[in-house]
């Protein structure tokens, strides 16, 4: 099993920044693609950003340039460094990862392993 921990959320005013971290334990190096998705109250759940075993990173039009996702495999974390905030970007964000192989993919379907979410609140 893994286990996956957000941190990092908050609230800002637009044009702000947050770092999204996501801790993963109980046997992380055998995943194989982590991402990054949000859900806005009333929205079904969209995928933001993704990274894959060789660092292959993909990101959904509405965040390119704006946000970046990494990973620190000695810390066994996954990050999303997000500038320019907007409130529509206004979501609770999740992290996910999947033990299977993949390429950087933001389908849902693909991972297995949730983390309970952390809420990103920017405010106009």
């Known amino acids: 099993q893994v286990q996956l921990v957000e941190s990092g959320g908050g609230s800002v005013q637009a044009g702000g920044s947050l770092r999204l971290s996501c801790a993963a334990s109980g046997y992380p190096y055998s995943i194989y693609c982590m991402g990054w998705f949000r859900q806005a109250p009333g929205k079904e759940r969209e995928g933001v950003a993704a990274i894959d075993h060789y660092t292959v990173t993909t990101y959904a039009d509405s965040v390119k340039v704006r946000f970046t996702i990494s990973k620190d495999s000695a810390k066994n974390t996954l990050y999303l460094q997000m500038h320019s905030l907007k409130p529509e970007d206004t979501a609770m964000y999740y992290c996910?990862?999947?033990?299977?192989?993949?390429?950087?993919?933001?389908?849902?379907?693909?991972?297995?392993?949730w983390g309970q979410g952390t809420q990103v609140t920017v405010a106009s």
């Open positions: 996910a990862a999947t033990k299977d192989w993949c390429r950087a993919t933001m389908r849902t379907d693909r991972y297995g392993y």
